[in-house]
C-alpha cells in the first residue's frame, strides 16, 4: 500500500497543480478539498470508486449522501440513456417531471404540491421564500450549527464555535462569510437544537415575526441524532400558536424511511425542502408541502407572490434518474440499508470496546457519524470538535483511505447506499477498529 500511495500522491500533486491554475483553489467545492491534495475519481460502480491510479475503494459517502443505490445502476442508466436520446432540455414543461411529482407526493403525506428546483440550496432557499410569501414576515428560526446549503439566511451559524456562540439561553447569529449583510444576520433566529426549552424562550422574543421553523430532523452536522419526539412537538405547537410554518430540511433525511424521517413524528411539517437521493445521481432539489401554502407558487393566482423559474428546474433527465431510482428504493430497500447501518453500527461499537478508544457513534436509519468523544453528544455544544479532534479524525480518514480503502464523508460519517452487502459492513468494521488503534495515543 505505501508505494500504491506514494505514486498516487505524485500524480495527485501534479494534478492539482493543474486545476489550482484553472479553478479557485483547484476545487469546485469545498466539501472534496484535502491537504495535500484532492483525491480524483477515474470511474465508480456499485458501492466501488476506483480512482486514477486504479485503487479501488469501498464508497461509504456516495456523493455526500446522494446515491441510494450507489454507482453507475443498471436501470437509472438505461431510464437515463434513454431519455439521453429525446433530449436533455426544452422550453417546455415535460410529462416526467408530472410522473416524478405523483410518485413523491403519493410516497410522503405532507407532500401536497411539490416544485423541482436543482440543489438542495436551491430548495431551502425556495422554501424559506415561500414561507415568507405566505406568511408576510421576515425572520426564521435555525439551529445552531446546522447546515442546510449555501442561501445566505440558511447559512448563519453554521461554523458557529466556542469563540463566537455567545450565551446558550440566545445563541448568536453567526455569519459564515465576510460582509453578510446585518439585515440577514437580524432576520435569523438561532436556537439550540433539541433544548426545547431554551428554543422555546428564544422563539416567544421574535413571535409574530418569524415565518417558519427550519429544522432538520437528522441533522448531520449538529451531530447526526434525531430531533427528539418532545422536541419537534413543541416546535410543531409553537408554530401552530404563532402563526408561523413547521419547515423540514429533508435534502439528506429523506433516506431515513420509506415516507422520509418525517414518518418518525405524528406531526407533519407544513413545508419540506428535499435533494439528493431524489436526482439518481443528477442535481436536484425539491419544495414540498400543504397546497394552500404551495399557492404562492402559482402563477395562475391573481397576486403572484412568488415568481419562481429556473432554467434546468424539473430537468427531464434528473427526473427521469429520479424516478427510476426512487421507485427501486422501496420499502423492502430502506429496511435493508437500515438493517446494514445498525449492524456496522453494532460492530463498529465492539471494536471501540475492543480497542478501548473513547469513540461513541450517532445516527439514523442508513446513516451514522463516528465521534472521538466517550458518550454520545445531544447537542451541537457537545458534539463540537475542537481543532486537536478534527486532525485525528483526518487521520483516522486518510488510514482508512490509504491502508483499508474505504471512504467516508470528511466528518467521519457513512451514508450507505443499497449497493452495500454484508461483506462490505464486515470490511468496514475490521478497518476501523485497525483504524481506532492507529490513531490511538
Ligand atoms: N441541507 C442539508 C441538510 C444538506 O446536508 C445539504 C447538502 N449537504 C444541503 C441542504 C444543500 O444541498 P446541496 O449541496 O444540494 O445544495
Not at 350 to 378: C, N, Q, W, Y
Amino acid at each position: 500500500p505505501s508505494s500504491r500511495s506514494d505514486k498516487e500522491k505524485r500524480s495527485g500533486d501534479r494534478i492539482y497543480k493543474e486545476a489550482c491554475d484553472v479553478i479557485a483553489g483547484g476545487v469546485s467545492r469545498n466539501t472534496v478539498f484535502r491537504r495535500p491534495h484532492p483525491y480524483y475519481a477515474a470511474s465508480a460502480s456499485g458501492c466501488y470508486v476506483t480512482d486514477i491510479e486504479g485503487v479501488s475503494r469501498i464508497d461509504f459517502a456516495n456523493n455526500m449522501a446522494s446515491l441510494i443505490h450507489g454507482h453507475a445502476h443498471p436501470e437509472i442508466n438505461k431510464a437515463v440513456t434513454e431519455q439521453l436520446q429525446r433530449g436533455t432540455a426544452y422550453t417546455m414543461a415535460t410529462t416526467p417531471e408530472i410522473a416524478f411529482a405523483q410518485l413523491l407526493n403519493k410516497r410522503i403525506p405532507s407532500f401536497e404540491k411539490i416544485r423541482f428546483v436543482n440543489s438542495g440550496t436551491e430548495a431551502v432557499m425556495t422554501l424559506i421564500k415561500a414561507a415568507r410569501a405566505y406568511t408576510g414576515r421576515e425572520k426564521i428560526a435555525k439551529a445552531e450549527g446546522a447546515y442546510h446549503g449555501s442561501y445566505d439566511y440558511a447559512e448563519v451559524s453554521q461554523t458557529s464555535n466556542p469563540s463566537n456562540w455567545g450565551d446558550p439561553d440566545q445563541p448568536n447569529s453567526v455569519p459564515v462569510a465576510n460582509a453578510t449583510p446585518q439585515s440577514v444576520l437580524d432576520n435569523v433566529v438561532v436556537y439550540p437544537y433539541n433544548d426545547l426549552e431554551r428554543t422555546l424562550a428564544i422563539l416567544d422574543n421574535h413571535a409574530g415575526d418569524i415565518a417558519c421553523v427550519l429544522v432538520d430532523p437528522v441533522p448531520h452536522r449538529v451531530g447526526l441524532f434525531p430531533g427528539t419526539q418532545k422536541f419537534i412537538a413543541g416546535l410543531y405547537d409553537w408554530t401552530r400558536e404563532n402563526g408561523a410554518l413547521l419547515a423540514f430540511d429533508e435534502v439528506v433525511t429523506l433516506r431515513v424511511n420509506y415516507g422520509g424521517a418525517q414518518a418518525d413524528y405524528p406531526d407533519k411539517p407544513d413545508l419540506t425542502a428535499t435533494g439528493k437521493i431524489i436526482g439518481g445521481g443528477f442535481p436536484v432539489g425539491a419544495v414540498a408541502g400543504r397546497s394552500d401554502v404551495m399557492r404562492v407558487l402559482d402563477p395562475r393566482e391573481s397576486r403572484l407572490l412568488f415568481p419562481h423559474s429556473g432554467t434546468f428546474s424539473a430537468n427531464p433527465v434528473t427526473m427521469t434518474a429520479g424516478y427510476a431510482a426512487m421507485s427501486l428504493f422501496d420499502e423492502k430497500a430502506v429496511e435493508r440499508i437500515n438493517d446494514l447501518a445498525g449492524m456496522a453500527v453494532g460492530q463498529i461499537n465492539e471494536a471501540v470496546s475492543v480497542a478501548d478508544v473513547p469513540v461513541s457513534v450517532t445516527g439514523a436509519g442508513s446513516m451514522f457519524r463516528i465521534h472521538l468523544k466517550e458518550s454520545s453528544p445531544e447537542s451541537y455544544r457537545e458534539a463540537y470538535q475542537p481543532a486537536e479532534e478534527t486532525a485525528l479524525i483526518k487521520e483516522l480518514l486518510d488510514y482508512l483511505y490509504m491502508q483499508e480503502q474505504i471512504m467516508m464523508i470528511n466528518t467521519c460519517t457513512c451514508m450507505l447506499s443499497t449497493a452495500i452487502t454484508e461483506d462490505e459492513i464486515v470490511r468496514l468494521s475490521e478497518a476501523m477498529l485497525n483504524g481506532f488503534r492507529h490513531i490511538k495515543p
